[in-house]
């Protein structure tokens, strides 16, 4: 099937944005520098995500980077500062973090497309990502402890729960590189496909999960996040039972009782075992 990609915005200097039908992609565009991203780069990527989380018509992101030689090289070390990156403004930032959680919490599924290079803050937007399907050129690694950086949260904690705790030592206290093979072997990534294939195996995937329930697989997500999301996860996952329990008649004789300003019936409901 031949695929028609097109532009959903013009105006980012860092990012490209683009939707094939109900599948959008957003695509760090800094091949240059290996797609490593400043404050700029991510504020663009946290506004494209927003936006597809509250487009209806799309139904499945891929996140990835422009060119073969990198998915992402984590923050620009060019513009790393006394306390975090630095954009136009001055001000040090690690809003990448922001990022992290966008993704976790958006109720879509986000599909990281690697080709190349997934190096430090980079290789953790891969990790929290729904599902990653590699090229078999892609290569994994950590990079924080040679350049100075760590990431103790999800680039930590969830790297265990993905690969095991002694895996996720060995990745940050060796900074050695993975194949892409290795990181399937490891269970750190869904698929390896030949380079030329992995655009065509992503949309693939997304093809399948857009056939399924959209709701379904937003509890699945949120569900599956919220132990180790803690409150902030249990807090989207009460948040996807609240919209559910808004569409019920039950929580609709709530609403009317008080605007008719009378006592809510709610005996005609049943209570479920
Ligand atoms: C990615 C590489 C392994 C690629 O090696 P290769 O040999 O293929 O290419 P070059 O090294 O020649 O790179 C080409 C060109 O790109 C420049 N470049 C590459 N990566 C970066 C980068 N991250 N920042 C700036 N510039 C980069 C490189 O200098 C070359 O430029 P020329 O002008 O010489 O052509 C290899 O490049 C590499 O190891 N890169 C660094 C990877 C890295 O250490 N990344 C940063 C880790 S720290 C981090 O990402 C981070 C960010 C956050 O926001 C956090 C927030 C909160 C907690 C933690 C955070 C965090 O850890």
Not at 183 to 191: E, L, Q, R, S
Request: with cysteine; proline share 4%.
């Amino acid at each position: 099937m031949v695929r028609k990609w097109e532009t959903i915005e013009n105006d980012y200097q860092d990012i490209l944005f683009e939707r094939t039908g109900k599948i959008a992609k957003i695509a760090i565009n800094r091949p240059e520098v290996r797609n490593a991203f400043t404050p700029l780069t991510v504020e663009e990527m946290i506004d494209a995500f927003a936006r597809c989380r509250d487009d209806s018509t799309i139904g499945a992101i891929i996140l990835t980077g422009q060119g073969d030689l990198a998915f992402c090289s984590g923050g620009d070390q060019g513009v790393r500062g006394n306390g975090g990156y630095v954009g136009k403004d001055r001000i040090p930032r690690l809003n990448v973090l922001d990022l992290q959680h966008l993704i976790r919490i958006i109720p879509k599924p986000v599909i990281a497309m690697v080709r190349g290079w997934s190096v430090g803050g980079g290789n953790v937007l891969q990790l929290v990502c729904d599902l990653t399907i590699s090229a078999d050129n892609g290569k994994f690694a950590q990079s924080g402890p040679k350049v100075g950086s760590f990431d103790g949260g999800y680039g930590s904690g969830l790297l265990a729960d993905t690969i095991g705790m002694k895996r996720a030592k060995e990745v940050w206290f060796m900074c050695k590189t993975y194949t892409a093979q290795e990181a399937y072997d490891m269970g750190w990534i869904n698929k390896v496909v030949p380079l030329a294939d992995v655009e065509t195996e992503t949309l693939a995937w997304c093809d399948t999960m857009l056939k399924r329930s959209p709701m379904s697989l937003r509890l699945i997500k949120a569900s599956m996040n919220a132990a180790t999301d803690g409150l902030a996860g249990i807090q989207q996952l009460a948040g996807d039972s609240t919209l559910l329990y808004y569409t019920s008649d039950e929580a609709k004789e709530g609403r009317d009782a008080f605007m008719e300003k009378r006592d809510p019936d709610f005996d005609k409901f049943p209570k479920f075992p």
